[in-house]
Each structure stands twice: as structure tokens, then as C-alpha cells.
């Protein structure tokens, strides 16, 4: 499989991870609070097993290529992490996995590493995280991203490397989280980005000496013998914590300006109390004069060091996207010695990527399945072009402004669906289409670049299969279609752009309802809940699979609607990656319903605890898994409401 673990930012709090740790010695000092973000860089590698040895290979960022091969010995594995070299992460990761039972060897190909080394953007921490979280997926151990995280922290303490737990962070992916750090106790809290946020990180191209820095500052603890010591205790206790939580608040409504503000109490208040302790590294006058730099100053909201501080690296908040290049653009202008790098925290309630299940075998359909895979079963839209149903599907999700698709499928007809999506006809066909045609066939190359297949190995269910997404969703917010369902609006706006409009309106996770009498709603998932303001939204109080009509009567009920009328799934969901975790518990548990991993059961979880909304979508759609029901979206479909394509 592939993987791919980006970098890490501490916008605020550093330093108060390893701080905090020696609350175990005394209780006086503050938790530590700390502030990271994923980098839009990181680490990319192909992993898969290998019965005897860690197998590694890796790009370097000059486009060095380096290669080693290690048995899976433990001492041979932590001779070769206190060597400190590139291979000596992977290795101490190793070394931990050795004790965990069904874990064997890996072979891993870091084919690509855009994540800049060395400059406080934890690129070893992402090492470790990705060889951690690689052992978890081949070998199936089980682990949630609390224990990868562990292992990966395990594993770099085997290192000269003295890092602190913050830099594990890298493990959540792409969200935003607060870490808060009691001795060796830590929560984590996610955040959720209302507007997208603009950074500039800059490598100043200078020098300075962590080691220093640390051995420095640490001489402050666990007690303070001085008023230098206590004025570090002091900062990097209650100040810092109370910065970061701002900032948090700051960060969750999308507040440029505050955070910008913040960063420059954070610095301001970070020279006073710190640059005592070790002044010869914390001075740091290039940091100084790239933040007080006045061409900058129009485009910037405010600015700070970045990790230990020191002259390593500055990042700065701007106003825009077009700020964010021009800042880019006068430093690369008058600090050729310096390298910019663009970040950028994107709102988590827009939705880029859109998940597929298409692993079924389709065998309400047979004989017809035996042919053809039933996604590939055409329809005819109200153009009057025949289309497979997944295409019909893939552009439903790209009208609402998807940028990716991913299509589960089983591990055997990936070749047919990326056949169809990545390759275009033959020449001889090709020349034979219409004009009109060979323009489709150019539309549908283009298309299929933002398609990507992925497997599920084991048919588990139609939970699972959405299981099978979740590192491709990379912890980001995701419409779900069914891969056997198509849809047509009633509007001028798709049925899944009205979704994703929902989500963001609401902040939480949707699915799409419908209308349907008493007599077919054990057919279907059925919600019952509240009417909000807007008589379309609903805040759902129950989601049941596939309820009689007993059990509706009494318990899914829905106010304002006709006696035996009811709210059932109409095949669209807007799905917080939370659902993961759930999924993820049944998995771990074998929590079976019918025999499989199901995913009703886990949206009710998602409901009770993150909360969900349920929207009546103006439109219908359309099943295409029943030969009556088939035959009859035939005839329908092509004169229904609005077609997408």
C-alpha cells in the first residue's frame, strides 16, 4: 500500500511538551500546552511485507538515492538507530515492533520526501510515524493513531534524536490539534478550521545549536534555583498555555488577525523570559530581522520562530493567498539565502474528496454480474449518452466541486476499474467514434486523472469497505456515495453539492434523507430526530438499519410528517472522518452485524457523540442493485428532474 505522513508546525507552545514532563518531579509547574498543524509536505512510500528483513529505501531531497537492508534482529535494529543516520528512525521503529506479536519484516520505498530536513517540521518524527503506522496496516494489529503515535515516540527515543512528544503529532494527519502535556500524561484535542488560514515558513538559511537550547532551558527544571529559571518555568508554563489556548479559539473561527496578534505576544513574550537562559542561541538576529523586515510588514498579520527557535526557522501568517506569494516572492528577492515554503490550514468543512464503496459482487444482479461488474451496468441520461452507472456517480460527486474520487473495489477488479478510468480506447475505436465522442473519450481522460482505485482485500461489509478510505481521506471531511445509486436533482444545484452546502452551513456531519412510506422502509437506514429552523434540516436523535414497521411506528417517528411516512437514507452522506474511529472500534472488537461490519451502527455513534444532521434532499435517486428496481431507473431516470454530465 501507499502511505504518506506529512510534516508538523508548532504554531504555538513550544518548548512545553518536555517542559510539562517534569510535573512528575513537581507538581507546581504548569501543564504544557502546544499548537500544531500538518504541512502540506511530507513523506511518501510504497510499504509492503518482508518475511525476514527491514528492507528501505529512500529519495533524499537532492534527489539522492540511498538503500539499506536490515535483519529484524533487535540488537542488530538498535545498533543501527544509535547511529543517528537517515535509516536509524526506521530502525528504532522497528525495534519496537519486534515485541509485538504478528509482526514480521517491511520493505519500504520512500519515493518522494517534499518535507524540508532539518528545519523543525519534525521530518524524523514522520519517519517514524510512517514505518509505524506501516507495521499497523500489513500485519493488521489493531492500533488507533494514539498507539501509533507511541510506538513512533518508542522508536525515536532509540535514536540520539531528543525529541519530545509534540513532534509525534504528525500521526494526526491532516488536522489541527491541541496537545496538552501532564508529566507523562497527554490529551489530545482536535480543532475544527472555520476559514481557510494562510503561512509562510521560512528556512533562514542560518544557523543555531537545539542541543544548546535544550541542555539550557532545562537546566530550569524541575525546580527553579534562580530568577532566570523561574522567569522559564514562568513562560513556558502559564504564559504559553494560556497563548495556545487563545490561539485555539482564535484558530477554530478562522481569526487571521488574532492569531497574527498572538504570534507576536507569543515572540515578544517568548525573548523576555527565554533569551536569558541561553543568549547566545536565542539572540537569534536573523529570526529578529526577518520579523521586524518592513516590506513584509503590508502583507503579514504577525510572525514567530519555529520549533526550539533560535535562527532555524520563522513563519509568519498573511492576510491571503496573494499575500502568501508576495511575501514569498520579496523574501526570495532579498534573502537569497533563505527558502520559503507555503502552508496552508484549509477549513475542515469544505469537502475535497468523495469515497465510492464498489466492492460488492452484485449478486441480486446474476447472471448479468457474471459479465460485467454491476458499477458497469449502463444507464441512459437525459442527454441520451449511455454511460457505465460508477461514471454517472464519479461526475454526481465532481458537480458538487470534489476535487478526488476514490473507488473501493475488490482487490481483483482493480485492473478492470482502472482500465476503464486511466486508459483511454484503442486507436482503431478511437477513430471510429463521432467527433462529439472522441471530445467525451478526451473529457473522460481527464476525468479519470482525478480517480483514484483503491482495495478492500476481504469483503467485510459495507462499513469496512468505507474502512478501506480512510488513509486516502487523510483525516479530512468526505462525501460518501453508494456505488449502486445514482442521483438526480430537482434543482439547479446537484444532489451532492446540496449536501456539502448543508455541512457547511450545520459544521457537522450530514446525510441525505428522504421521504418513504412505511411499507419499503425495511428496505433502507431510517432516521428519526427534530426539525431545525429550516424545515429540511433535521437534528437526527436516532439512526436504525432497516427497521419494521413496529418498531418505526414507535420509535422513528418524525413530527409535522404523515402517520406512515418516514425519513429513510437516501445513499449521500458528508462524514467527519471521526466515523473512522468508529469503524475502527467494531473492526478491533469483530462487532458483526448480519456477519459484517456495518455502517449504520457507527453513525449512530458518530451522532451521540460529535453530533449529526440529516437533510431531505430535493431530488431522487435512483438503486440500481435490484433487477425490478433496474429496470424501472431505466425508464425513469432519463426523464427525472436534472442529469449530471
Request: aromatic share 8%; charged share 20%; with cysteine.
Amino acid at each position: 500500500m501507499k502511505l504518506f505522513v506529512p510534516g508538523r508546525l508548532c504554531l504555538f507552545g513550544e518548548h512545553s511538551d518536555w517542559a510539562a514532563s517534569y510535573r512528575s518531579h513537581n507538581a507546581a509547574i504548569e501543564k504544557g500546552h502546544t499548537l500544531i498543524a500538518s504541512t502540506n509536505q511530507g513523506i511518501y512510500a510504497e510499504v509492503k511485507k518482508h518475511p525476514t528483513h527491514l528492507i528501505l529505501r529512500a529519495a533524499l531531497n537532492d534527489g539522492t538515492k540511498i538503500e539499506a537492508a536490515l535483519p529484524m534482529k533487535k540488537n542488530a535494529l538498535l545498533a543501527e538507530a544509535q547511529t543517528g543516520t537517515f535509516f536509524s528512525y526506521a530502525a528504532g521503529v522497528a525495534a519496537q515492533f519486534l515485541s509485538h506479536g504478528g509482526a514480521g519484516g517491511l520493505e519500504i520505498d520512500n519515493y518522494l520526501t517534499d518535507l524540508p530536513i532539518q528545519k523543525g517540521l519534525s521530518s524524523s518524527a514522520a519517519i517514524c510515524v510512517l514505518v509505524a503506522r506501516a507495521f499497523n496496516c500489513l500485519y493488521d494489529l489493531k492500533m488507533n493513531v494514539r498507539a501509533e503515535m507511541e510506538m513512533a515516540y518508542l522508536g525515536e527515543t532509540a535514536t540520539p534524536s531528543r525529541c519530545g512528544r509534540m513532534d509525534q503529532g504528525c500521526a494526526y494527519g491532516n488536522r489541527q490539534i491541541m496537545m496538552i502535556f501532564d508529566g507523562d500524561k497527554m490529551d489530545v484535542v482536535d480543532l475544527k478550521v472555520a476559514q481557510d488560514l494562510f503561512f509562510v515558513i521560512v528556512d533562514l538559511g542560518a544557523s543555531k545549536n537545539t542541543q544548546e537550547i535544550l541542555a539550557s532551558l532545562n537546566q530550569a527544571y524541575p525546580f527553579a534555583a534562580n530568577e532566570v529559571a523561574e522567569n522559564v518555568q514562568q513562560y513556558l508554563g502559564a504564559i504559553s498555555s494560556q497563548i495556545t489556548q487563545d490561539a485555539a479559539s482564535a484558530l477554530q473561527q478562522g481569526d487571521a488577525a488574532k492569531l497574527g496578534e498572538l504570534m507576536k505576544v507569543a515572540q515578544r513574550e517568548f525573548d523576555k523570559h527565554l533569551i536569558p537562559a541561553c543568549p547566545g542561541q536565542l539572540t537569534a538576529p536573523v529570526l529578529h530581522e526577518l520579523l521586524n523586515y518592513k516590506p513584509i510588514q503590508a502583507y503579514i498579520l504577525g510572525g514567530k520562530g519555529v520549533g526550539s527557535q533560535g535562527d532555524g526557522t520563522a513563519q509568519f501568517i498573511v492576510k491571503n493567498a496573494e499575500s502568501q506569494q508576495q511575501v514569498i516572492d520579496i523574501i526570495n528577492s532579498d534573502f537569497p539565502q533563505m527558502e520559503c515554503l507555503k502552508l496552508t490550514i484549509n477549513s475542515q468543512y469544505r469537502v475535497r474528496k468523495a469515497v465510492i464503496p464498489a466492492a460488492g459482487f452484485g449478486t441480486r444482479m446474476f447472471p448479468a454480474t457474471k459479465a460485467v461488474k454491476k458499477e458497469f451496468l449502463p444507464i441512459i441520461d437525459r442527454t441520451g449518452r449511455a454511460k457505465p452507472i460508477i461514471l454517472a456517480i464519479v461526475e454526481e460527486a465532481l458537480s458538487a466541486g470534489i476535487e478526488e474520487v476514490g473507488i473501493v473495489v475488490q482487490k481483483g477488479d482493480r485492473t478492470f476499474f482502472e482500465d476503464f478510468f486511466k486508459t483511454g480506447p484503442s486507436p482503431a475505436l478511437f477513430q471510429k467514434l463521432s467527433q462529439q465522442n472522441q471530445e467525451y473519450s478526451q473529457y473522460l481522460e481527464e476525468l479519470g486523472q482525478r480517480v483514484t482505485i483503491l482495495t478492500q482485500d476481504i469483503p467485510e461489509g459495507f462499513g469496512h469497505a468505507v474502512f478501506c478510505a480512510k488513509e486516502w481521506t487523510n483525516c479530512q471531511p468526505f462525501l460518501l456515495l453508494l456505488g449502486d445509486h445514482i442521483y438526480s436533482s430537482q434543482t439547479e444545484i446537484s444532489c451532492a453539492r446540496q449536501l456539502l452546502e448543508i455541512y457547511s452551513q450545520v459544521q457537522q456531519s450530514v446525510i441525505g434523507l428522504r421521504v418513504t412510506p412505511s411499507e419499503l422502509i425495511h428496505h433502507y437506514g431510517c432516521a428519526a430526530g427534530v426539525w431545525q429552523e429550516q424545515d429540511a434540516i433535521l437534528s437526527v436523535t436516532q439512526v436504525y438499519e432497516k427497521p419494521d414497521i413496529e418498531y418505526a411506528r414507535h420509535h422513528l417517528r418524525v413530527e409535522g410528517m404523515a402517520e406512515d411516512l418516514f425519513l429513510s437514507m437516501f445513499g449521500m452522506y458528508v462524514l467527519d472522518p471521526k466515523i473512522f474511529d468508529y469503524l475502527a472500534e467494531n473492526i478491533n472488537s469483530n462487532f458483526r452485524e448480519r456477519g459484517e461490519f456495518q455502517l449504520t451502527s457507527c453513525l449512530d455513534k458518530l451522532r451521540e457523540f460529535e453530533g449529526l444532521a440529516g437533510y431531505v434532499v430535493q431530488g431522487r435517486c435512483f438503486d440500481t442493485g435490484l433487477p425490478d428496481v433496474y429496470r424501472q431507473t431505466l425508464i425513469d431516470f432519463p426523464i427525472s428532474g436534472r442529469s449530471i454530465g
